[in-house]
């Protein structure tokens, strides 16, 4: 989803993809260590993104193919993302402007919905440009980000809310948990939940995490939320619109 997301709709054209595909995919590749880095398939057209919550069996199934071997099949993340003394971004500057978009689209904090377009193309630039800090090879032109933002205009494609919802969604790629959050609260981006056999959550998105065992053993106030503590019972937190 993530990798047909950025790959965008025209199968045959690259006019409409998100200048991070070839950023955050590495391309098809094989990778036994950091200096043993071998592309197979670096064509953006022909990046793959693999099926969620599928095993082996599924997926050889799936590309009919019983000899199937995904590391050599589907688009890989960036190995010069990989490198353990890489800096990390708790927030960035495109998660600003974003949520100022969100903000002014919303009309909160003084803020009203002719403002919100500046501030999504703001957060959209700056989260494509964000990267060299990784490696200087990812570097987004302004012309590119233009590209991108003439093909995929403010408001048309899909409500503005979820645009902005899917751009966190991209930001936040290399901060999952941050990414679940936005999605808990907004809704977007609108997946479809995979529902693999024997799961826990009968094919939901689980909503929030169960506490450790640890809490579970050594907190005394624990037994407040006895039998709210469950997968199953998708009990949003508050600030996702679960009670307070």
Avoid: C
Avoid at 51 to 77: Q, W
Avoid at 88 to 112: F, K, P, S
Avoid at 199 to 206: C, E, M, P, R
Wanted: hydrophobic share 35%; charged share 20%.
């Amino acid at each position: 989803v993530f990798v047909d997301f950025l790959k965008g709709s025209n199968a045959t054209s690259t006019a409409d993809d998100d200048p991070r595909l070839m950023i955050l995919s590495g391309g098809v590749y094989s990778w036994t260590s950091e200096d043993n880095y071998t592309p197979i398939i670096l064509d953006p057209l022909a990046q793959k993104g693999m099926p969620n919550g599928k095993d082996i069996n599924m997926l050889k199934t799936i590309e009919n193919n019983p000899n199937l071997d995904p590391t050599t099949t589907y688009s890989r993340m960036s190995p010069k993302l990989l490198n353990r003394d890489d800096p990390y971004m708790l927030m960035n500057y495109g998660e600003v402007e974003l949520l100022l978009a969100e903000a002014a689209q919303r009309g909160i904090g003084g803020l009203t919905a002719s403002a919100a377009q500046g501030h999504y193309n703001a957060g959209v630039k700056a989260s494509m440009q964000m990267y060299t800090i990784y490696d200087p090879s990812f570097v987004v032109s302004d012309a590119q980000v233009t590209t991108y933002l003439a093909a995929h205009p403010y408001g048309v494609e899909k409500p503005a809310l979820e645009m902005i919802g899917d751009q966190y969604w991209v930001n936040h790629f290399l901060n999952w948990w941050e990414a679940w959050s936005n999605w808990r609260r907004t809704g977007y981006p609108v997946l479809v939940p995979v529902n693999y056999p024997g799961n826990v959550t009968g094919g939901k998105i689980f909503q929030r995490l169960r506490y450790p065992s640890s809490e579970v053993a050594g907190n005394p106030n624990y037994a407040d939320v006895a039998g709210q503590d469950d997968y199953l019972k998708q009990q949003k937190v508050w600030w996702a619109g679960g009670p307070e």
